[in-house]
């Protein structure tokens, strides 16, 4: 894992994240993270994409469990300034060298084999060259990943769970903070003086690519300002 699995691999995976989660459902984020290097051991990785303040939640509990644990995230050359801060404030922190995953192309290599532009004419395959398989790429050898995943983000994540199967990249998905609320990570932030990406205190709760991000108005989807103006609501790591 990942990889290719055949029907009763994925069953059984399905059936295991069902009854590890049905077991987890009372458990503090921490205890799930604890629960998950415990399980998973060298197999586990956290995605932080560094503009999000679940993920830097995550990382700061984490670490603070395994200052080891295998850190990750997707460079799609787009990223905010203040993207690349985070990261870097993070790294100082946490003493952590989170590994980073870029994709095959430049961006001016994806112009000229797709024309200019791509992300307003077919985003669908500038996140599956740019984001999915990167990603794909750094989830190889883990049979467990972790991602800040909260049912209160969006429509689309309302169903989360403490532990999935991802059948889209063939492995165990850990989600310890899919109970929280926004304010609840917010207090943690505040109390553990965790590093967060200042974008955030901008209107930007939720933030990606500078093409495809912007700010948020009051009483807005936390992530309406991610692909606003198209039906788009994931970038394809998550659905
Ligand atoms: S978020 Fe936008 S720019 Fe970034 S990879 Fe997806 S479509 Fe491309």
């Known amino acids: 894992m990942p990889g290719e699995l055949i029907g009763n691999e994925r069953e059984m995976g399905v059936e295991s994240a069902a009854c590890w989660s049905q077991e987890l ?24 994409s560094f503009g999000g303040v679940s993920g830097m939640a995550l990382l700061d509990m984490a670490v603070k469990i395994k200052p ?20 870097d404030k993070a790294m100082r922190r946490y003493g952590i060298t989170p590994l980073g995953y870029r994709p095959k192309l430049t961006p001016g290599e ?8 791509l992300w307003e004419r077919d985003p669908d395959l ?20 972790v991602a800040g995943l909260r049912r209160d983000q ?17 492995l165990f998905k850990i989600c310890p903070l ?11 932030i505040g109390r553990e003086r965790v590093p ?13 690519c500078t093409h ?16 606003s103006g198209s039906e788009k609501t994931e970038c394809g790591l998550h659905k």
């Open 68 to 87: 080891e644990l295998r850190v990750f995230y997707v460079d799609t050359d787009f990223l905010f300034p203040e993207t690349y801060a985070t990261r």
């Open 25 to 48: 459902q009372r458990a503090a984020p921490s205890d799930v993270l604890q629960w998950a290097i415990a399980t998973f051991g060298d197999r586990l990785g956290l995605a932080s």
């Open 212 to 227: 495809c991000t912007r700010r948020v108005a009051p009483g807005e989807d936390l992530r309406a300002g991610r692909w």
């Open 154 to 170: 969006s429509a689309t994540r309302a169903r989360v769970q403490p532990v999935m199967w991802d059948a889209k990249f063939n």
């Open 126 to 145: 500038c996140c599956a060259l740019r984001k999915v398989e990167p990603n794909q790429r750094a989830l190889e050898g883990l049979d467990a990943w």
């Open 178 to 188: 899919w109970n929280w609320t926004e304010e609840q990570v917010w207090d943690y």
């Open 196 to 208: 967060v990406n200042p974008l955030h205190l901008d209107g930007y709760p939720s933030l990606g």
């Open 110 to 117: 994806q112009a000229a084999q797709y024309g200019d532009r």
